[in-house]
């Protein structure tokens, strides 16, 4: 990498830390919110390992008989994880900004690098998806889910708000390249 690359990069990084502060404590009194505190960490929770979605894509599979589907999508979220944690992470070493989460919110904390959200990009991911096989009102219900399952790592401070919005484009993205195989 050239210095002027290694630069700008540096200066990118320097921002996002900044704008991430920034709206950190912004947000730092809804984690004073007990109701909030248990919607997010049970959110966060579900969302290890796409359990989620997993779960949501098997019970609607069973109710329209769309077995297909089930299938697909489980494989489709196996590949989208490995290409987020095992590919772009490797690519960007983020500290996570805690080592624990937030205080008194128990949380699984990932080996793996902060940049981007493979929480918010599965949830994204499978949002584009579900959405693609259900259309109609369900589409609300896959973009609320996938908002809050994405927006809990970074209540739960595993993750800074760029790495949650980074995971989301990722997620999108892939998603509209794995579209035709449905």
């Known amino acids: 990498m050239s210095h002027e690359a290694v630069v700008k990069f540096s200066t990118v990084s320097q921002a996002a830390d900044a704008l ?9 009194p809804a984690r004073n919110v007990t109701f909030l505190n248990s919607v997010m960490v049970a959110a966060s929770t579900l969302g ?21 589907e089930i299938v697909l999508l489980s494989l489709l979220l196996g590949v989208e ?6 590919g772009i992470k490797r690519l960007f070493r983020r500290q996570r ?8 919110l128990t949380v699984r904390r990932p080996k793996t690098s902060s940049f981007p959200s493979g929480h918010a990009s599965a949830a994204a ?12 009102w369900w589409i609300a219900l896959w973009i609320l889910i996938a908002a809050i399952v994405a927006t809990s790592r970074f209540h739960v401070r595993i993750h ?4 949650v919005v980074a995971g989301a ?4 993205a892939l998603a509209t390249a ?3 195989l449905l």
């Open 81 to 86: 994880s490995l290409i987020v944690n095992q």
């Open 48 to 68: 290890d390992w796409s359990v989620i979605w997993h779960l949501t894509s098997a019970m609607r599979g069973l109710i329209t008989g769309e077995f297909r």
């Open 178 to 180: 794995f579209l035709p």
């Open 97 to 104: 900004p805690t080592e624990h989460g937030a205080d008194g």
């Open 20 to 28: 991430d502060s920034r709206v950190d404590s912004w947000y730092q």
């Open 125 to 136: 991911f499978s949002a584009v998806m579900l959405s693609s096989m259900t259309g109609g």
């Open 169 to 172: 484009v990722v997620g999108v």
């Open 160 to 163: 800074h708000a760029s790495d």
